[in-house]
């Protein structure tokens, strides 16, 4: 194989082209080849460079997206304490309206309605009077309930089973002042509390002091009338009592 100057291999170029129809200069493809090859290499350096900026470029993508989320989860917090924060006074202001219903003007007139009934329950037990006594009880209804001593339920029929025979040995059932209280559970619905002392006075004269002795009531409006539709006694039989011999 024989080797070619540069010269001569310049002219075999140049006779292959005019061969079809080209006129080409060698000196100038020699400089587009160099061209070519810095060329190459700057490409590369942008690729490398654009890669790292796409790189970069995702990265402060994923820690926008991270500062956002935590940013609308915080807000989802702060939301959902609000709302519970709004629900909780919401409740409160309803209960304490409920609460506060009526004014004091009001209660103190329901008072003032309720002490006549009260004190005709007081004078028909110092006198042993039924009827009296029933006639601020709530029968007609049906839906009256007495809770004895003991903690048995009574419905009318055996309550005044019950008064007629502990009634009926008694000469009186004295109920002493005590402690009032009222809790006004409606307009028309009201428990009156009671705590103090009852003396029951047997026909041969002897007496029995239940102390302490509360009891509670529960009065219903109905008819413009108040009406006992519930009671409850709670007292402890006396070391002294003894039933054999009223």
């Given amino acids: ?48 460079m654009v890669m790292k900026l796409r790189i970069l470029f995702f990265v402060l993508a994923a820690m926008r997206f991270d500062t956002l989320y935590f940013a609308i989860s915080k807000s989802n917090h702060n939301m959902k304490v609000l709302l519970t924060l709004m629900i909780t006074t919401l409740l409160f202001s309803c209960t304490q309206k409920s609460n506060s219903v009526l004014s004091e003007v009001q209660k103190k007139e329901i008072q003032e309605e309720l002490q006549p009934v ?77 705590s103090g002392a009852l003396t029951a006075t047997y026909k041969n004269g002897q007496q029995v002091k239940y102390e302490p002795f509360g009891m509670s009531l529960l009065f219903r409006k109905t008819n413009s009338k108040w009406k006992v539709v519930f009671l409850q006694e709670s007292t402890q039989e006396p070391p002294d009592a003894d039933a054999t011999n009223h």
């Fill in 1 to 48: 194989m024989l080797k070619h100057s540069s010269h001569e291999t310049g002219r075999a170029q140049q006779t292959a082209c005019r061969h079809v129809g080209l006129n080409v200069d060698t000196s100038a493809a020699v400089h587009y080849s160099a061209s070519v090859v810095c060329t190459k290499t700057e490409i590369n350096t942008v690729t490398k």
């Fill in 118 to 194: 009260i004190a005709q329950i007081y004078e028909a037990a110092a006198h042993v009077d039924t009827t009296k006594l029933y006639e601020v009880f709530s029968f007609a209804d049906n839906d009256f309930m007495y809770i004895e001593t003991s903690g048995a339920f009574y419905d009318q029929a055996a309550y005044k089973q019950m008064v007629r025979q502990f009634y009926g040995p008694l000469t009186s059932e004295m109920i002493a002042k005590g402690t009032e209280k009222y809790t006004y559970l409606s307009k028309d619905n009201i428990l009156w509390s009671y």
